[in-house]
């Protein structure tokens, strides 16, 4: 099983709102990640979590907190975001530090 | 990570192989091969990787040149699904662990 599952699927939200996306996985794995995909454009990273500590934050904005409250879970939480914001985010996971990643569905995200 | 080089798009008739290349002459002799896709608004799906030697599995093949300057991810018969962006990634097997992703290649499988 490598499944990575992320909620919401979609999110609209205003620019005073504050919201959290949530990713799971079951698979033991001790790495996790977020990316942010704006339309045609590749994934970027935004953060990696190993061993539930945030050992990678790509100079992203104070609005975007990420949080690790145990091995299967992590958050993203969201705050007084721009339009510019608006974009798909990814949660992916891996086993270890050269371990194949694993990426969820995505949380499309809609900034008014 | 080593920087790669994928045309922008390619199209491949359904049932034919799709053939995907990917340049990659800075790789160094640590660096790993991946292939991820990425059908329209889903999340990168992982297909297969490789340091040295071809490598196959239930979706594709993956062919490195003896140099490792140049790779070509094969689809033996491809299907309308198979219809998706095609990223090649190079990464280092330690340190650093998140995926670079270039441009890709827009892979359009007609029937």
């Known amino acids: 099983d490598t499944e990575v599952t992320q909620t919401p699927k979609h999110l609209v939200m205003g620019m005073t709102n504050k919201k959290s996306l949530k990713c799971e996985q079951h698979?033991?794995?001790?790495?996790m990640y977020w990316y942010k995909q704006k339309a045609k454009k590749p994934p970027e990273l935004m953060f990696v979590y190993s061993y539930e500590k945030l050992s990678i934050n790509e100079s992203v904005p104070s609005r975007f907190s990420p949080e690790c409250p145990n091995s299967s879970l992590l958050n993203l939480h969201l705050h007084a975001l721009q339009p510019e914001d608006s974009a798909l985010y990814l949660c992916a996971s891996s086993s270890g530090q050269e371990e194949t990643q694993y990426f969820g569905p995505g949380t499309r995200l809609l900034v008014l | 990570d080593a920087k790669t080089t994928q045309p922008p798009s390619m199209d491949c008739a359904e049932g034919r192989a799709a053939n995907l290349p990917c340049n990659h002459s800075?790789?160094?002799?640590?660096?790993?091969v991946y292939w991820y896709r990425q059908i329209h608004s889903q999340g990168p799906q992982y297909i297969i990787h490789g340091l040295k030697n071809n490598e196959t599995n239930e979706m594709a093949s993956l062919i490195i040149t003896e140099d490792r300057k140049s790779s070509t991810l094969i689809l033996p018969h491809a299907t309308l699904r198979d219809t998706a962006v095609y990223y090649c990634?190079?990464?280092?097997?330690?340190?650093?662990?998140?995926?670079?992703f270039g441009s890709g290649t827009r892979l359009q499988v007609q029937p």
């Open positions: 990634i190079v990464r280092v097997a330690k340190g650093r662990r998140a995926l670079t």
């Open positions: 698979m033991g794995h001790r790495a």
């Open positions: 800075t790789i160094s002799g640590n660096e790993y």
